[in-house]
């Protein structure tokens, strides 16, 4: 009986021990996860551009990929890199936009301002290298955005300040040595961020032959990063990413807001591909909107709660009232402020996720990834946390994504 029961004992702690996260382990160790963001890589750049993209056709045939990432609303910078790393619709985890307003402090937030940037209280959600870190795990960040925030009292092992002046060679360098300390102190989970796809994109448009050339650079620099972490010793399982795609400009598609209502009755949140506006004191939704029934066609005005279900924006103070969403390649703001962005813009993103021109790149090859070359269907970002948390053997936070990702790309 005694030898029965310490049998059954024994197997129950066998099947506990299974549901519980495990701590760093030689498993996890070898193949640390290596997260790259190549910012503003369209889904379909690959295909586009082959001779441009040789590291990246080896990474898809030996691992597995998606036709497409999709973004969350707005398809811009700042909220698609959080929404991969917390598994948080914008409206979940409070990044709205790269701009946006915030009623109950009265303040903004500017992705291009450090103060902002820094402040925990615009973060919320729990990021993949606080979940690891909570679990025992250590994690390094280069550029990711949230990294330099403090975010529930954790920041990662190894951070840095966004310098656009820092030359990739010297943050390679920096990477590499972050794995040349003691196994038991390696980053089990590592984000780079990786931009100029972006900027060229912007500046030249999403077919040009500067894109081409930016591609290139990327591609180069993606096999770098593995080839000297190999040279270390470590495989890792890389996870490469985009946050968003690129669509060309189109002139015609731009809306003059100062042409349709009295710039001094609202407030501007954010303009752009997507903008956001309040009433001021003295003026109400209604009367904003009775001035906006006359936009161009293809642009529409919106109340918030009138937003399509698939933007998932509700239940936050940040979002604005009322916002203007313009056809694919235009832009809304004041005339003056459009004239100059139309002198230097030739591509851009923030629209409707559901345009194939907005999805990101999904790779992913390493020892816990299928090999055969698998191409599976577009897939919403938010589900990448799921699968972070899966590599790294710990338990996910609470999100709006699933499993999804974990059953169809790991062995």
Same mark, same amino acid.
Not at 373 to 387: K, Q, R, T
């Given at each position: 009986?005694?030898?029965?029961?310490?049998?059954?004992?024994?197997?129950?702690?066998?099947?506990?021990?299974?549901?519980?996260?495990?701590?760093?382990?030689?498993?996890?160790?070898?193949?640390?996860?290596?997260?790259?963001?190549?910012?503003?890589?369209?889904?379909?750049?690959?295909?586009?551009?082959?001779?441009?993209?040789?590291?990246?056709?080896?990474?898809?045939?030996?691992?597995?990929?998606?036709?497409?990432?999709?973004?969350?609303?707005?398809?811009?910078?700042?909220?698609?890199?959080?929404?991969?790393?917390?598994?948080?619709?914008?409206?979940?985890? &409070? %990044?709205?936009? +790269?701009?946006?307003?915030?009623? !109950?402090?009265?303040?903004? #937030?500017?992705?291009? $301002?450090?103060?902002? @940037?820094?402040?925990?209280?615009?973060?919320?959600?729990?990021?993949?290298?606080?979940?690891?870190?909570?679990?025992?795990?250590?994690?390094?960040?280069?550029?990711?955005?949230?990294?330099?925030?403090?975010?529930? &009292? %954790?920041?990662? +092992?190894?951070?840095?300040?966004? !310098?656009?002046?820092?030359? #990739?060679?010297?943050? $390679?360098?920096?990477? @590499?040595?972050?794995?040349?300390?003691?196994?038991?102190?390696?980053?089990?989970?590592?984000?780079?961020?990786?931009?100029?796809?972006?900027?060229?994109?912007?500046?030249?448009?999403?077919?040009?032959?500067?894109?081409?050339?930016?591609?290139?650079?990327?591609?180069?620099?993606?096999?770098?990063?593995?080839?000297?972490?190999?040279?270390?010793?470590?495989?890792?399982?890389?996870?490469?990413?985009?946050?968003?795609?690129?669509?060309?400009?189109?002139?015609?598609?731009?809306?003059?807001?100062?042409?349709?209502?009295?710039?001094?009755?609202?407030?501007?949140?954010?303009?752009?591909?997507?903008?956001?506006?309040?009433?001021?004191?003295?003026?109400?939704?209604?009367?904003?909107?009775?001035?906006?029934?006359?936009?161009?066609?293809?642009?529409?005005?919106?109340?918030?709660?009138?937003?399509?279900?698939?933007?998932?924006?509700?239940?936050?103070?940040?979002?604005?009232?009322?916002?203007?969403?313009?056809?694919?390649?235009?832009?809304?703001?004041?005339?003056?402020?459009?004239?100059?962005?139309?002198?230097?813009?030739?591509?851009?993103?923030?629209?409707?996720?559901?345009?194939?021109?907005?999805?990101?790149?999904?790779?992913?090859?390493?020892?816990?990834?299928?090999?055969?070359?698998?191409?599976?269907?577009?897939?919403?970002?938010?589900?990448?946390?799921?699968?972070?948390?899966?590599?790294?053997?710990?338990?996910?936070?609470?999100?709006?994504?699933?499993?999804?990702?974990?059953?169809?790309?790991?062995?």
């Amino acid at each position: 009986m005694m030898k029965s029961l310490r049998f059954l004992g024994l197997v129950f702690a066998l099947g506990f021990w299974t549901l519980v996260p495990r701590t760093a382990s030689a498993e996890t160790k070898t193949s640390p996860l290596l997260l790259l963001s190549l910012d503003g890589f369209r889904w379909d750049y690959c295909d586009l551009y082959p001779k441009e993209t040789p590291t990246l056709h080896r990474l898809k045939r030996g691992g597995a990929s998606a036709r497409g990432l999709i973004p969350v609303f707005p398809s811009n910078t700042f909220p698609n890199h959080y929404s991969i790393v917390t598994g948080l619709w914008p409206a979940h985890h &409070g %990044v709205l936009n +790269n701009v946006m307003f915030d009623p !109950d402090s009265g303040r903004f #937030f500017r992705n291009n $301002l450090p103060a902002a @940037v820094h402040d925990s209280r615009w973060w919320g959600g729990e990021p993949i290298w606080v979940t690891a870190i909570k679990q025992g795990r250590h994690s390094a960040c280069s550029f990711w955005p949230g990294s330099e925030a403090e975010i529930e &009292g %954790v920041r990662p +092992n190894h951070w840095k300040n966004f !310098d656009p002046k820092e030359s #990739f060679e010297a943050r $390679l360098e920096e990477l @590499v040595g972050w794995f040349r300390v003691p196994p038991e102190e390696r980053p089990d989970v590592t984000t780079f961020y990786l931009e100029e796809t972006n900027s060229v994109g912007h500046n030249f448009g999403p077919a040009s032959p500067e894109i081409a050339t930016a591609i290139r650079l990327l591609d180069t620099r993606v096999g770098l990063i593995i080839q000297r972490l190999e040279a270390e010793g470590i495989t890792p399982n890389v996870v490469i990413v985009s946050d968003h795609g690129m669509t060309e400009v189109k002139p015609e598609r731009c809306v003059a807001l100062d042409e349709y209502l009295d710039p001094s009755t609202v407030q501007v949140d954010f303009g752009g591909p997507v903008c956001g506006l309040r009433p001021k004191p003295g003026t109400t939704v209604d009367e904003v909107m009775s001035h906006l029934q006359k936009l161009p066609a293809g642009a529409k005005a919106y109340r918030a709660e009138d937003l399509p279900e698939r933007f998932h924006l509700k239940g936050n103070a940040r979002i604005p009232p009322i916002w203007v969403l313009p056809a694919e390649g235009g832009s809304v703001s004041s005339k003056e402020l459009l004239a100059s962005w139309l002198s230097k813009t030739r591509g851009e993103h923030g629209f409707d996720p559901a345009l194939e021109s907005m999805h990101g790149t999904l790779i992913v090859q390493g020892p816990a990834f299928r090999s055969d070359g698998a191409v599976i269907d577009p897939v919403e970002n938010i589900h990448l946390y799921h699968l972070f948390c899966a590599l790294l053997h710990v338990k996910p936070t609470p999100n709006d994504g699933d499993e999804r990702l974990v059953k169809s790309l790991l062995k």
